[in-house]
């Protein structure tokens, strides 16, 4: 049974409800985002907790995506169709990552035994490199620990590849928020939530992209307005997605709901990649901590089942 209605065919009302959760939406995202990337200037957060809240973002994504998302899609689109789209959605996120090295979201500030605040993804080089220059000199117990020094550099440019594939995924993202939004247009509940997984799913996740890209740039020594500057850019690429995808929408005289469903199937495809890529290393090389990973992705699926099925 169709679930799609085009904005012409919707009462003023529905459409106003529509316009008003969006941009709630997005200010919502945009400030969750914000906060996200000023992370490391205003707590430390724990490698444990950190991965526990990656564990919980991506089983909501992973439910996003099977529960609602994809659902959507096939409602419009013959399943093969949608089911390629997916596909596609996984491939481009894969060469995103491939490409850009998106989803690190380990960096966090730690201060190094000099005091020099390094990013966490190079934690291990730097230490790989300090036991083998202590190696090195182990044949030598006199020498003067004092006159080490160790020159941590990371490159000033290493964020841009990051933030550059953050960009596009988060552009997808908004692609993915205005499509549901326009899709759950017409649902039958009384003030129904357009789109409120989606949103959820991307509210959550923007302020660990923000935080990897900020946390970059901190450990290669870039100045506060220079993080913030770009914080904000990033921040507002996830409500350009969505208004962007919405203004073409409109002014497309051809079959709109299909347009949307596959937006939502491609997007489907991206939340699923997203998922299993932060996912799946984690619980491999957290294996310690399996059962609060566990238990956070579990409730993270369980929350997406229950948004979708609340709104049918």
């Given at each position: 049974?169709?679930?799609?209605?085009?904005?012409?065919?919707?009462?003023?009302?529905?459409?106003?409800?529509?316009?008003?959760?969006?941009?709630?939406?997005?200010?919502?995202?945009?400030?969750?985002?914000?906060?996200?990337?000023?992370?490391?200037?205003?707590?430390?957060?724990?490698?444990?907790?950190?991965?526990?809240?990656?564990?919980?973002?991506?089983?909501?994504?992973?439910?996003?995506?099977?529960?609602?998302?994809?659902?959507?899609?096939?409602?419009?689109?013959?399943?093969?169709?949608?089911?390629?789209?997916?596909?596609?959605?996984?491939?481009?996120m894969f060469?995103?990552?491939?490409?850009?090295?998106?989803?690190?979201?380990?960096?966090?500030?730690?201060?190094?035994?000099?005091?020099?605040?390094?990013?966490?993804?190079?934690?291990?080089?730097?230490?790989?490199?300090?036991?083998?220059?202590?190696?090195?000199?182990?044949?030598?117990?006199?020498?003067?620990?004092?006159?080490?020094?160790?020159?941590?550099?990371?490159?000033?440019?290493?964020?841009?590849?990051?933030?550059?594939?953050?960009?596009?995924?988060?552009?997808?993202?908004?692609?993915?928020?205005?499509?549901?939004?326009?899709?759950?247009?017409?649902?039958?509940?009384?003030?129904?939530?357009?789109?409120?997984?989606?949103?959820?799913?991307v509210a959550?996740?923007?302020?660990?992209?923000?935080?990897?890209?900020?946390?970059?740039?901190?450990?290669?020594?870039?100045?506060?307005?220079?993080r913030n500057?770009?914080?904000?850019?990033?921040?507002?690429?996830?409500?350009?997605?969505?208004?962007?995808?919405?203004?073409?929408?409109?002014?497309?005289?051809?079959?709109?709901?299909?347009?949307?469903?596959?937006?939502?199937?491609?997007?489907?495809?991206?939340?699923?990649?997203?998922?299993?890529?932060?996912?799946?290393?984690?619980?491999?090389?957290?294996?310690?901590?399996?059962?609060?990973?566990?238990?956070?992705?579990?409730?993270?699926?369980?929350?997406?089942?229950?948004?979708?099925?609340?709104?049918?």
């Amino acid at each position: 049974m169709p679930i799609f209605a085009a904005a012409e065919d919707l009462p003023a009302a529905e459409t106003g409800w529509q316009l008003t959760l969006l941009a709630i939406y997005c200010v919502l995202i945009v400030t969750g985002s914000l906060v996200g990337g000023w992370l490391p200037t205003i707590v430390r957060l724990t490698h444990t907790r950190m991965q526990v809240m990656i564990s919980f973002v991506g089983g909501l994504m992973l439910g996003i995506g099977f529960f609602h998302l994809l659902p959507h899609a096939i409602n419009q689109l013959r399943v093969e169709n949608a089911m390629t789209l997916a596909v596609f959605g996984i491939l481009t996120m894969f060469f995103l990552i491939r490409a850009f090295h998106v989803h690190h979201h380990g960096p966090l500030e730690l201060p190094d035994a000099s005091g020099t605040v390094v990013a966490d993804s190079y934690r291990h080089q730097l230490q790989t490199v300090e036991e083998h220059e202590h190696a090195t000199h182990s044949h030598d117990h006199d020498h003067d620990h004092s006159g080490h020094h160790h020159h941590h550099e990371v490159n000033r440019l290493s964020w841009m590849g990051i933030a550059s594939g953050l960009a596009l995924h988060t552009l997808i993202d908004g692609i993915a928020l205005g499509a549901s939004v326009r899709a759950d247009v017409g649902n039958p509940v009384i003030l129904s939530l357009f789109g409120f997984g989606t949103f959820l799913a991307v509210a959550l996740h923007k302020p660990l992209d923000a935080l990897a890209i900020t946390s970059l740039m901190t450990a290669a020594g870039w100045s506060s307005s220079s993080r913030n500057l770009v914080n904000v850019a990033f921040a507002v690429m996830c409500p350009l997605g969505a208004v962007l995808f919405l203004i073409g929408l409109d002014s497309f005289n051809g079959p709109q709901q299909e347009i949307v469903a596959s937006a939502m199937a491609f997007a489907a495809g991206v939340f699923i990649c997203i998922s299993l890529g932060d996912l799946l290393p984690e619980m491999e090389f957290h294996s310690h901590n399996r059962i609060p990973l566990t238990i956070a992705l579990l409730t993270g699926i369980a929350i997406s089942w229950l948004i979708t099925l609340a709104a049918h």
